[in-house]
């Protein structure tokens, strides 16, 4: 019974996955006013050649602010994690 | 027509990568296949032309994932159930 | 345990030119397809290199654990300072206050297709800088932690 229940939900989920290209042009997002006004006046505003790093830091430098404090949370629960598994050697450097 | 045959050889090394990620039973080498497929990865996100992408799967899929599994293989054993 | 000296000469020898590829693409980032991740990943793949080569007792010597941490603590700040800088000069949050102001990084450049130059876009070059450095520490303390906990008899 669940092994079955199990291969309907596969057959399903992968139907749907194998459905969305045929509604999805590839290469047409659903908005693309906001991609005209950034190659247009990407350049003049920001002044740097590169539109996706203009974009990345300048338009939205906020969401690039909160991607760098995930990656400093990472490190700091990396260094939780194995600084109490390593137990008592003599490499506490600090 | 070149652009389609180097699209086409790059997903069939991608699905030979793969199965050979499964079907080693040494360690390393399986860690160097899943690097080899992250390297693919990367091939055909710069044929899309996504360089930004590109540069990053090949760094943190290729290289960085690649070191951490071999650091993991080196606390633990190299071969699928043991040292022979 | 340590790698073969074939695998620690190619580490030796790899290393200066990935890191200066590395800083290359992030000092770049505002001109060429890369940027700050991109770079500080790429930069900390050669370290992540040395530290696979070596044993946890000789990469100490060559890799500091401190200075990774400092890298990163100040990338991290320098990113928010450029952030907060802007409100210094009456703009808002984030705001690219260099930008066509003359001063560092703030030469403007003419429309349409160009070569571009290294001294233009204000802030984001200072950002990507900051970035680069963080993601160079964060992802090299992460490697070095893992190394670290490995027992020293252990295979």
């Known amino acids: 019974m669940k092994r079955e229940l199990s291969v309907v939900i596969f057959v399903v989920l992968a139907a749907g996955l194998c459905a969305i290209p045929a509604f999805l042009t590839f290469g047409e997002p659903a908005e693309s006013g906001m991609d005209q006004y950034f190659i247009g006046n990407g350049q003049a505003q920001a002044a740097a050649n590169n539109i996706v790093t203009s974009v990345v830091f300048d338009y939205r430098g906020f969401d690039t602010l909160g991607e760098s404090v995930i990656l400093f949370a990472a490190v700091i629960g990396v260094g939780l994690m194995f600084r109490s598994m390593r137990g008592e050697e003599e490499h506490e450097d600090e | 027509m070149i652009e389609m045959a180097i699209h086409s050889l790059v997903i069939a090394g991608l699905i030979v990568s793969a199965l050979m990620v499964f079907y080693f039973r040494d360690l390393l080498a399986a860690t160097l296949a899943a690097g080899f497929f992250s390297f693919l990865i990367s091939v055909e996100f710069y044929i899309l032309q996504a360089p930004d992408v590109a540069i990053s799967q090949a760094a943190i899929g290729a290289g960085l994932t690649t070191a951490i599994f071999i650091i993991t293989i080196r606390a633990t054993s190299r071969y699928e159930g043991g040292n022979p | 345990m340590r790698m073969s000296k074939i695998v620690r000469t190619g580490a030796n020898l790899l290393y200066p030119f990935i890191l200066i590829f590395g800083l290359y693409v992030i000092m770049h980032g505002h001109l060429t397809p890369g940027g700050g991740f991109q770079g500080g990943a790429v930069v900390a793949t050669g370290v992540a290199l040395v530290i696979v080569a070596y044993s946890f007792e000789e990469v100490t010597s060559m890799i500091k654990k401190v200075g990774m941490k400092a890298r990163e603590s100040i990338g991290l700040l320098i990113f928010i300072g450029a952030g907060i800088g802007a409100l210094a000069v009456g703009a808002p949050f984030f705001s ?12 403007s450049i003419p ?24 993601v160079w520490g964060g992802l090299a303390i992460i490697v070095l932690y893992m190394l670290s906990s490995i027992p020293k008899e252990g295979s």
């Open chain 3, 96 to 107: 690219n206050f260099l930008a066509h102001s003359g001063l560092l990084f703030g030469q």
């Open chain 3, 111 to 134: 429309s349409g297709p160009n070569p571009g130059d290294l001294n233009t876009a204000g802030v984001i070059p200072i950002m990507n800088l900051a970035v680069g450095i963080e």
